[in-house]
């Protein structure tokens, strides 16, 4: 594989070589009546042709040192570094991710207030004793909705605007950190380059080399040691920044829970005298499915004028059958219904179905 990337490699050399003297030669016969294609242009593709052929040889040296072809420079605190960075990095953006998330719930959650107490307004008439409570809820609503308005200012101006500016320095270290890597490998690769040509003894081309690793070495000195300087400064920032961001979002919340709760609670003295349990147990005002005609249909009226009633098929979500009835008073009222019609039960059966009567002493 290593002497496959060499043959390409040398093959690409010749190839770029031989585009870069075209583009910098003097534009042909046939070539000078086209006005277009000014110097500019030619400026452009020759530095588009050299960007690319840079590319090509970092990638190719990357590879070589992935695969232990080539010596590679290892700076253990530089990475140790690196990787505490993009730990805290991706930290800051959680929490500048999650404090937008939270104004938004909290807008979301001052809708859905809003509209459930438009929802029990109308459901009230003018006449109705709590028609005027549910009108209050709905401008207790309006206040709390105020209150959040405040919340969102105040967190965005001294807490997410801030943290998003503070991500700014975030991003230049990690647009830095991927500089140096590719100073780092042109370095490497310069240097490979000069120890070729020192083992191979090619004289008039080791000076240049020499020069090209010096610059290459100083541009990487210089960048990495500006990293290993921001870096642990930049970590070791975060408690001056965070302590006030914390504080805003305390105060900003608690302050907009209190004013929330004020204004509800001038809203509770009008529904106080409500028992909130009696919705358990509420009676159903609904004909219930057992007893209800759409399951019986009369089919013929007998010589004493009974009505006799033929049960339709249950449907698959019918109600449990006769024997699950829990109580007496159900039960009665399905015999009723359904054996005796017109009612005609028997003295002992009356005497039966009364709604204390337990129905373990069936």
Known sequence: LAEDLR????????????CCCFFSTSEPPEFTAMSSFSDKSKATASDFLSATKKGFFRTTQKIKQSLGKAEQTIDISYNQEVDRFRAHYKAVKRINKNSIKLLECYRDLSVAQANVAE???NLYESKHAL??????????MKFVDNARIQLDEQMRKDFVDPTSKYLGQFKDIKNRIAANEVRRIDMDRYNEDLRSLQKNSVGHK?????????????NYTALNTELLRDMPALYEDRDKFFDPCMATY?????EYHRQSAKTTADAISVIAHIDRGMVHDHPRVVVS???????HLVTAVNEDGYVVRTPQPQPPSSPPPLSNHHNWADLSSFLLSNVFSPPQPCACLKEMLSPDWPLENA
């Open 250 to 254: 305390v105060t900003a919340t608690a």
């Open 289 to 295: 499915t057992e007893l209800s005609a759409v399951h």
């Open 206 to 218: 080791i000076p240049m080399a020499e020069t090209k690793y010096k610059i290459a070495k100083a």
């Open 131 to 140: 028609y005027n409570a549910a009108l209050k809820t709905q401008d207790t």
């Open 119 to 121: 929802d029990f307004y």
């Open 7 to 18: 043959r390409f490699e040398n093959v690409l050399k010749s190839f770029f070589t031989f």
